[in-house]
Nanobody
Framework: QVQLVESGGGLVQAGGSLRLSCAASGRAFSRYAMGWFRQAPGKEREFVTVINWSDDSTYYADSVKGRFTISRDNTKNTVYLQMNSLKPEDTAVYSC?????????????????????WGQGTQVTVSS
C-alpha cells in the first residue's frame, strides 16, 4: 500500500511560481512512476506530467511544457512539481499519483486509470 500526501498549494498571482510536493509512504518508491494531474471545477481530470521510476525521463502536457518541471528525490520518497509563469487557467486541484505497472508510453501515462495510488489533492489558485 502506498499513501501520497501533497502540499504546497495556495493562491498566487499570474506570472508567479509555486512548488508542490508529494510525499509517499510505503516501500519501493523508486519503482513507481509518479505523475501529477489536475482538475478544475466542471472539467475532467487532466494529465500534467509524469516522471519515470529509474531514469528520470519525463512527459509533459503541452499546456505546461516549458513552465512546469517535475523532479523526484528517491532518498526522501518525494516528487516535486515546480510551476513557473502561472496562468489563471492553471487554477485547479493538483493531485499526485503513482503507478507500478511498468508502463512507459506517453499515450498510456496520460490516462489516470493507469495509476493505482492517489493523493488527496492540493488547491492551486492563480489570480489575474
Amino acid at each position: 500500500q502506498v499513501q501520497l500526501v501533497e502540499s504546497g498549494g495556495g493562491l498566487v498571482q499570474a506570472g508567479g511560481s509555486l512548488r508542490l510536493s508529494c510525499a509517499a509512504s510505503g516501500r519501493a518508491f523508486s519503482r513507481y512512476a509518479m505523475g501529477w494531474f489536475r482538475q478544475a471545477p466542471g472539467k475532467e481530470r487532466e494529465f500534467v506530467t509524469v516522471i519515470n521510476w529509474s531514469d528520470d525521463s519525463t512527459y509533459y502536457a503541452d499546456s505546461v511544457k516549458g513552465r512546469f518541471t517535475i523532479s523526484r528525490d528517491n532518498t526522501k520518497n518525494t516528487v516535486y512539481l515546480q510551476m513557473n509563469s502561472l496562468k489563471p487557467e492553471d487554477t485547479a486541484v493538483y493531485s499526485c499519483a503513482a503507478h507500478t505497472a511498468g508502463v512507459w508510453s506517453s499515450s498510456c501515462l496520460r490516462n489516470p486509470h493507469l495509476y493505482q495510488y492517489w493523493g488527496q489533492g492540493t488547491q492551486v489558485t492563480v489570480s489575474s
